[in-house]
């Protein structure tokens, strides 16, 4: 039986998934640091904002979960499934998530955050230089 309105239900899972797209990240990010790049430097500041901005948008989200009475945890997985809690209203609705399907809503999620950060980079392009009265500093 469904017991959440759908609108609990996307704020949950976009909350639940937007959580493993900054695992994923993180994860990234220390794979950066080891890794033989040449030029670590454009990267790890994309993955750093693109943290940033997951992070924000995930307290938001929990505050509005918070705000509802609204929780989700993992209840188990396997190989081909994981098993999602969604607590709402005392009532408790088990959801089951194809793996792949996971990965693929993760990865939608990092391709957009990596548009979000390049439009934050492309912003602060166009922001004015601050000059010394010699013309632009470089």
């Known amino acids: 039986m469904r017991y959440l309105k759908q609108n609990e ?3 949950a899972s976009r909350y639940l998934f937007l959580s493993m797209a900054i695992t994923v990240i993180r994860q990234d990010r220390k794979h950066m640091e080891q890794g033989k790049f040449k030029i ?3 990267y790890m ?4 904002k693109m943290e940033l901005e997951a992070r924000e948008e995930r307290r938001k989200l929990r505050k509005q979960m918070d705000q509802m009475k609204l929780q989700v945890v993992e209840s188990g997985r396997n190989d081909s499934f ?3 809690l969604f607590l709402a209203h005392g009532y408790e ?3 089951n998530y194809f793996n792949p399907a996971i990965r693929k809503k ?3 999620i990092l391709f957009e955050l990596m548009r979000k950060s390049q439009q934050s980079v492309q912003h602060d392009d166009q922001q004015p230089q601050v000059t ?3 013309g632009p500093q470089e």
């Open 40 to 42: 670590k430097e454009p």
């Open 132 to 134: 010394n009265g010699n």
């Open 82 to 84: 994981t098993s999602f």
């Open 106 to 108: 993760v990865e939608n």
């Open 9 to 11: 239900l996307d704020l």
């Open 93 to 95: 609705e088990k959801r």
């Open 45 to 48: 500041e994309m993955l750093g």
